[in-house]
Structures are given as C-alpha cells and as structure tokens.
C-alpha cells in the first residue's frame, strides 16, 4: 500500500486498530519523528507515514522476533530501519537478518547510512 492509497486519517486509525489493547504502545508520532530523521539523513529515503505505523505496530507487540511480509518495493528495509532505529535509542543491539548474502549487501548499504549500529547478517551464517 502507497501513501497515497492509505492517507494519514487511515494510517491512524491502521494505528489504532494493531495497538487496541496492549501495553506500552509507542506512539505514533515517536515513529514518524524517527522516519523524518531518518529521510533527512537518507539519500534515496522519503519519509512515509505508512512505514512509520507498521514500524511502530512491530514495536508495540514487543515481540523478540518478528517477521513482516510484504511485496518487493513496498518499502521493508525502511521499516526495517525504523525498527532498528527505536530499538537503538532505547541502548539495545540490532542485528537484522536477511535470507541469502544478496539481501544482506542490499540492506547493509541502505541502512549503513543511517547514524546509528546495527549489523546485517543472513540465516546462513547466523546458524
């Protein structure tokens, strides 16, 4: 789904119906704040307003591992990035893995522009 097939009225209430009953639901705003920052620092990045609520969805379910699908181009690695991003306000360690070496250079290079520590790796050799 593009920004503009989800506008923002949707993107909260897309917020507000994942987030309905949990604890410590980070919110929405802290997460566009992190997608404005990182478009900022991102050649290639626009910030999205979509991405930053499913990031914020994932961050909200607190869940050690977790898995997003979502079609070629619809912006992932984005997510991924925000993802990364909170987590490494909050002092923790990221390591995003990718399912072969292709996918891991292709992360590595989009988010090793970004100003904070994650690393990449891929199953194969995280097992």
Not at 35 to 51: D, I, M, P, T
Not at 71 to 97: D, F, M, N, R, Y
């Amino acid at each position: 789904m593009t920004e503009s097939q989800l506008p923002t009225e949707g993107v909260i209430e897309f917020y507000r119906a994942m987030t309905d009953g949990l604890q410590d639901v980070i919110p929405l705003n802290t997460m566009v704040e992190y997608s404005r920052n990182v478009s900022e620092e991102v050649e290639g990045y626009s910030h999205s307003q979509y991405q930053s609520a499913i990031a914020g969805v994932v961050v909200s379910h607190q869940s050690p591992f977790i898995v997003v699908v979502s079609p070629t181009g619809s912006g992932k690695t984005w997510i991924q990035g925000l993802i990364a991003k909170h987590h490494c306000e909050l002092g923790k360690s990221v390591t995003v893995v990718e399912p072969n070496e292709v996918l891991r250079i292709q992360t590595a290079e989009k988010l090793g522009f970004v100003h904070f520590a994650i690393s990449v790796t891929t199953i194969q050799k995280l097992y």
